[in-house]
């Protein structure tokens, strides 16, 4: 079927680096991508989207990076800090519905 | 302002029995989404509702209901439990429906059967 899967499922930095955190989809229809931030006891929070008729997207410290041809996605988070410690999620609209894939722990070492 | 609540904040029940789950929307959202989330994976799409009427469901028994109130909150029930039903069950709330708008979640309802 079809899904959105991540490659790593957790990443280790350091306090200061900049993080990438990966996702590819199978989905080639999809238009809509969604990252979200999920803290522990906490529900997930919409951190940055992109559809797809565009390749890049930038936030504050955070930038989404589409390409279509080999269905990735990835989230840069310039200077991670503590406070990034998290699980993150990318997820798909797909026929009408959010899909998310499974999650990357983001762990940042001070 | 209030974000999305959830109650009760944890569960425990026994196969077999039925459990009733709550939401309260952001005030002025109209649709709420139910999902549920494992340990260790991605939330997984149950149910949205909008305006009261169900828009969408996810790929999951008929043991799992759900409405909407007048005022916008929702209820999401669960016949029948399995073990496999322990989750998060996590609610979100948004102006309108989930392609054009962003998804507010709550905090979850943590649903242990034993």
């Known amino acids: 079927g079809e899904s959105v899967g991540l490659h790593l499922p957790t990443l280790s930095v350091q306090e200061g680096d900049n993080s990438i955190i990966n996702c590819a989809y199978s989905n080639s229809a999809s238009d809509y991508f969604i990252w979200y931030k999920q803290e522990s006891g906490k529900g997930p929070q919409f951190i940055i989207d992109i559809r797809s008729n565009m390749d890049k997207r930038q936030g504050q410290r955070v930038t989404v990076l589409l390409n279509k041809t080999v269905k990735h996605l990835s989230l840069q988070i310039a200077a991670t800090q503590p406070g990034d410690s998290a699980v993150y999620f990318c997820?798909?609209?797909?026929?009408?519905?959010?899909?998310f894939g499974q999650g990357t722990e983001l762990s940042v070492k001070p | 302002d209030a974000g999305v609540t959830q109650s009760p904040t944890h569960l425990i029940k026994t196969r077999g029995q039925h459990v009733t789950l709550r939401c309260s929307p952001i005030?002025?959202?109209?649709?709420v989404s139910w999902y549920q989330q494992v340990l260790g994976q991605g939330p997984q799409f149950i149910f949205q509702y909008y305006e009261k009427e169900e828009r969408g469901r996810g790929n999951f028994p008929d043991r799992f209901s759900a409405r909407q109130f007048p005022n916008y909150s929702s209820e999401l029930n669960v016949n029948a439990l399995l073990l496999g039903d322990s989750a998060l069950y996590l609610c979100a709330s948004s102006l309108a429906g989930v392609f054009a708008n962003e998804q507010f979640f709550g905090p979850g309802t943590r649903l242990t059967v034993l």
């Open positions: 005030s002025g959202h109209k649709s």
């Open positions: 997820a798909e609209i797909q026929r009408g519905k959010l899909i």
